[in-house]
């Protein structure tokens, strides 16, 4: 069955230093999203993505932040500069074309992020 | 703000009996509404999905809603110990591709 892989699992870096977590969305999927989860609260929404640019973004996706397909099955998300706070469970979601029924997203594994 | 509330729990049932979890949404346009398992450490995984007032099921699991009252619920019937994660109810707007907007989760435990 399609999954969703992100890597790497785990990802741990000094506070100040620019990230990348990557994902692999579900191959025929066109919506891509970003989630993440702080440490005992609930799943957040950062950024969706669709015909090679964001359609909606939240407000803690601030100007740190970008997304980006590279190529034909990345998605990546990129924080410029750490910080503490953003230490967390990122999660890649994908679903498919848009209508009743194929909203559906399906989360990949996740990334923790741990900033020090 | 557009919100989803969820009793945190934790929920303890019984094995084999049935748990009932809850969730209200205040975005009264919201068309689209998910349960998602999460066991702990681990990402969300889609139970069910459910559209229209009335009642869904599939397998063990019964999704009911009513967009009138604002309540979506998930039944989970003979509960097994693997049942025992985190219950995530979430929501969308539209019928089209939107975030997701989660409650806290309900925390259910299976007692042996």
């Known amino acids: 069955e399609p999954e969703v892989t992100q890597t790497p699992s785990h990802q741990v870096t000094q506070m100040g230093q620019e990230v990348i977590l990557r994902c692999v969305p579900i191959?025929?999927?066109?919506?891509f999203y970003w989630y993440r989860q702080i440490l005992g609260q609930k799943v957040e929404f950062l950024v969706s993505f669709y015909n090679n640019e964001i359609s909606e973004k939240s407000e803690i996706f601030d100007d740190q932040f970008s997304v980006e397909r590279p190529d034909g099955s990345n998605f990546t998300l990129k924080i410029r500069s750490t910080k503490l706070e953003d230490s967390a469970m990122y999660f890649c979601?994908?679903?498919?074309?848009?209508?009743?029924?194929?909203?559906?997203?399906?989360f990949g594994p996740g990334t923790r992020l741990t900033v020090l | 703000q557009k919100e989803v509330e969820q009793n945190s729990g934790p929920l303890s049932v019984p094995e084999g009996a049935i748990a009932s979890l809850n969730c209200t949404y205040s975005d009264r346009v919201s068309q689209s509404f998910f349960w998602y398992r999460q066991y702990s450490g681990k990402s969300p995984e889609l139970i069910m999905s459910?559209?229209?007032?009335g009642d869904k099921e599939d397998g063990r699991f019964t999704a009911q809603l009513n967009k009138a009252s604002q309540y979506v619920s998930l039944l989970i019937r003979d509960s097994q110990p693997s049942d025992s994660a985190t219950y995530l109810c979430?929501?969308?707007?539209?019928?089209?591709?939107?975030?997701?907007?989660f409650g806290t989760g309900t925390r259910l435990t299976i007692i042996p």
């Open positions: 979601a994908s679903s498919g074309v848009s209508g009743r029924g194929t909203d559906t997203q399906y």
């Open positions: 191959s025929n999927h066109l919506y």
């Open positions: 459910i559209y229209s007032n």
């Open positions: 979430a929501v969308i707007p539209n019928f089209g591709n939107e975030k997701l907007t």
